[in-house]
């Protein structure tokens, strides 16, 4: 069975800070997006990464995709507290008939 | 609105009642799906449709949960004899084409999603 995990669970940083999100998956996808979920609010793409090196940059967050290591990684520069909010990753597992699988979520908190 | 939107909002029913979740997904999407998302947790997947049919249900969690979709844009998620488990935020997402066919086209367009609590 497919396996997301992200860490850390919960993130409390100070604004100005850097920091990143990892998110491993346990068998082979080219694709995986990311995620942002406000709280109350739905989900909200970020990004698209589409093949293994790609990198995706918007604002303060960069995305990256490393498929031979089966890891992705968000990273938040000089964070702000507007960037408060749960993050979430999913694999792309349609190429095998299967859906989407879902990382556990990031709960990230920026202090002021 | 160009979004996916999700009837209703807000759902509180009795336990044992049926209740009735709807979606209405960006025009001109084939893919539909339902997830469900617990307090606090991530999202856990339901059902997929490519148009009218739904080859994966897999995530349905018993057999109370039932859903359709007719004429390849509305779905409806039936929930049967509810139970007090099945409270939780019940998304709805849709996107251009499902399946390996093109990568960009898997990417899904979320509803603000319906709040059942079951009492």
């Known amino acids: 069975e497919l396996k997301v995990e992200q860490n850390p669970l919960f993130l409390s940083m100070q604004e100005g800070k850097n920091y990143t999100i990892y998110c491993n998956y346990s068998?082979?996808?080219?694709?995986l997006y990311w995620y942002r979920q406000d709280p109350g609010k739905s989900l909200e793409s970020l990004f698209v990464?589409?093949?293994?090196?790609a990198v995706k940059q918007e604002g303060r967050l960069m995305a990256s995709l490393d498929t031979k290591a089966r890891l992705s990684t968000l990273h938040i520069t000089a964070a702000v507290h507007d960037l408060s909010a749960t993050y979430f990753c999913?694999?792309?597992?349609?190429?095998?008939?299967?859906?989407?699988?879902f990382g556990t979520g990031t709960s990230l908190t920026v202090i002021p | 609105g160009a979004g996916v939107s999700q009837s209703p909002s807000n759902k509180v029913t009795e336990k044992g009642k049926d209740v009735e979740l709807r979606c209405d997904p960006i025009?001109?999407?084939?893919?539909l799906y339902w997830y469900r998302q617990s307090l606090g947790q991530g999202l856990e997947f339901l059902i997929y449709?490519?148009?009218?049919?739904?080859?994966?249900k897999s995530g349905l969690p018993s057999d109370r949960f039932s859903a359709e979709r007719t004429g390849g844009s509305v779905s409806t998620l039936t929930i049967q004899r509810t139970q007090q488990e099945d409270s939780a935020v019940y998304l709805c997402?849709?996107?251009?084409?499902?399946?390996?066919?093109?990568?960009?086209?898997?990417?899904?367009?979320f509803g603000p999603g319906t709040r059942l609590t079951v009492l």
């Open positions: 999913a694999v792309d597992m349609t190429n095998t008939g299967n859906q989407f699988y």
């Open positions: 068998t082979t996808s080219d694709r």
């Open positions: 997402a849709s996107s251009k084409a499902g399946g390996w066919s093109s990568s960009l086209y898997n990417e899904q367009f």
């Open positions: 990464l589409l093949s293994n090196g």
């Open positions: 025009s001109g999407h084939t893919a």
């Open positions: 449709f490519q148009g009218n049919s739904a080859p994966d």
